[in-house]
């Protein structure tokens, strides 16, 4: 009989991930066997976070802080995944931020930001990614986070949902030119969902219960799962595809305010 020698675990880059949604698509996939590069823009919420994940999987997460809005950084971090884990079969652009305002006021500055982060961030985290795929010709999986805010109008988030609608768009578009290189590319749309930062909001778990047909907000384990299945290889085939994940929300879509 012949020796048979078991695949190197498959190494997956998740950018935003100190913490929430981030944080749990790391600790879903590390749970799952993966390899995983932490990044986050705070070095202590990334060292406490792979910190965190090796204390339950160990040697499974490795990190590296910065900000992946910064393309000069996100060409670094693709190359340190690549030089420290082996290789780079997932990448993850989740890093994101939110800055509310109505549309008639909205400050030039906090367009800027948030286009970089959101759009060109992700943007070139899958140029990047997809070209070190390539490079290895075994194919992968590029995954945006969109938000349902680029399905349903929310009022005094123009900006924030124009940046999730165009990951939508940009996930169909990359079907063209990716498929041929057996990368599919998807995006998942949270709705609500506690995380550290929306459970200090008062009142928003009950608001949210109320209004979502499931009764409930969504969690980060919800959206880590749903990921982890559109990047898995049993999904190869799913591409250029937008998941929703409220709880039903977006059926009826009635305001929190």
């Not at 969109?146 to 399905?151: A, F, K, L």
Request: hydrophobic content about 40%; proline content about 4%; some cysteine.
């Amino acid at each position: 009989m012949k020796n048979q020698i078991d695949p190197a675990p498959e190494v997956a880059l998740v950018t935003g991930a100190g913490v929430g949604i981030g944080f749990e698509i790391c600790h879903y996939f590390a749970a799952k066997g993966l390899h995983v590069m932490l990044n986050d823009l705070d070095p202590d919420l990334t060292q406490k976070a792979v910190d965190q994940i090796n204390s339950e999987y160990p040697d499974s997460c490795q990190g590296l802080a910065g900000d992946a809005s910064d393309t000069a950084f996100i060409e670094k971090l693709v190359k340190h995944t690549v030089k420290q884990l082996g290789s780079l079969d997932v990448a993850v652009a989740n890093a994101g931020i939110t800055v509310f305002g109505e549309f008639l006021t909205y400050k030039e500055s906090d367009f800027h930001q948030l286009v970089q982060l959101n759009l060109a961030g992700s943007f070139f985290l899958a140029q990047q990614a997809a070209r070190q795929m390539i490079a290895q010709q075994s194919g992968g999986s590029i995954l945006f986070m969109s938000s349902v805010t680029g399905h349903q109008a929310h009022k005094n988030l123009a900006a924030y949902g124009m940046s999730k609608a165009a990951l939508e768009m940009l996930a169909k578009t990359l079907v063209l030119e990716l498929s041929p290189y057996q990368i599919n590319v998807n995006a998942v749309a949270p709705g609500a969902t506690m995380t550290e930062r929306t459970a200090s909001e008062e009142g928003y778990s009950d608001t949210w219960s109320r209004i979502t047909p499931m009764g409930r907000p969504a969690f980060p384990r919800d959206i880590a799962a749903a990921v982890g299945f559109l990047v898995s290889r049993e999904a190869r085939h799913i591409t250029g595809q937008s998941l929703v994940i409220d709880g039903g929300w977006t059926a009826t879509s009635p305001s929190p305010y």
